[in-house]
């Protein structure tokens, strides 16, 4: 909790046709990570990028690559994803299989340790929190989806700062201190919220990609988060 900010610019919002000269355009306005959306039309309606485009980001990007997994049964794809070496995997708590969720997700974990990749679990606004009593202590991130996925451009869900203190309360009971995302309407007023109570890496797709200056965004993005962390105390 209260860890340092990183900005992570969602590639879904950039222009596909570009896609190496948007990469490096978040390296140079001074991203942390590169925000990759695996979207496979049955979790969500939408149909974005798979695992051939993530091996060709691996190859240009010297960012480190934060791959969302917004796919069904994800322990059957998750090592192909991993074949790419993503420094970040994370996959969706509804996605798994509802009669053992607990065991699945450790099998998860345990591939992503095994390639040496940090292990996410994602949360859809409506999904409680509790959940992850269970596994908080093993995940390297929690995600707080701050929107429904499935697509960019929505509007932050004002609970979601809430279920942010809710993540890094159950994580503080177990003695645990996961990184915690939030991905879903960012601007450097929605940011506020959540860096306040306790949130450290921010995903932006338009907010980032469609602002006049992204090298500022991305600034002021980072500030209005610290701010927020300054006044809880770090
Ligand atoms: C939504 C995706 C987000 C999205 C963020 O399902 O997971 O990463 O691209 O885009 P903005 O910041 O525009 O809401
Ligand atoms: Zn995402």
Same mark, same amino acid.
């Given at each position: 909790?209260?860890?340092?900010?990183?900005?992570?610019?969602?590639?879904?919002?950039?222009?596909?046709?570009?896609?190496?000269?948007?990469?490096a355009s978040c390296e140079a306005a001074g991203a942390d990570w590169?925000?990759?959306?695996?979207?496979?039309?049955?979790?969500?309606?939408?149909?974005?990028?798979?695992?051939?485009?993530?091996?060709?980001?691996?190859?240009?990007?010297?960012?480190?690559?934060?791959v969302h997994l917004m796919i069904s049964n994800p322990l059957v794809q998750l090592p192909w994803f991993l074949e790419c070496e993503p420094d970040v995997a994370t996959i969706h708590w509804e996605a798994l299989d509802a009669t053992d969720p607990d065991s699945q997700a450790r099998e998860a974990i345990r591939l992503m340790h095994e390639a040496g990749t940090r292990a996410g679990i994602a949360l859809k606004p409506d999904t409680p929190v509790d959940c992850?009593?269970?596994?908080?202590?093993?995940?390297d991130m929690v995600l707080v989806m701050s929107v429904f996925p499935g697509f960019s451009g929505q509007s932050y869900l004002p609970e979601s700062a809430d279920r942010v203190g809710?993540? $890094?309360?159950? +994580?503080?009971?177990?003695? !645990?201190?996961?990184?915690?995302?939030?991905d879903g309407g960012m601007n450097a007023q929605t940011v506020r919220f959540v860096a306040a109570r306790g949130a450290d890496v921010i995903v932006v797709g338009n907010g980032?990609?469609?602002?006049?200056?992204? $090298?500022?965004? +991305?600034?002021?993005?980072? !500030?209005a988060a610290e701010a927020a962390q300054d006044v809880r105390g770090r």
């Open positions: 909790m209260f860890d340092r900010i990183r900005i992570s610019p969602s590639i879904l919002s950039s222009d596909f046709m570009n896609l190496e000269k948007e990469v590169l925000h990759v959306d695996v979207m496979d039309g049955h979790f969500v309606p939408n149909l974005t990028i798979g695992v051939p485009v993530e091996a060709q980001l691996k190859k240009i990007a010297h960012l480190p690559l934060d992850l009593r269970e596994t908080i202590a093993q995940w809710e993540v $890094a309360r159950l +994580a503080e009971e177990a003695g !645990a201190a996961p990184l915690i995302q939030v980032f990609f469609k602002a006049p200056d992204r $090298a500022e965004a +991305a600034k002021s993005i980072r !500030a």
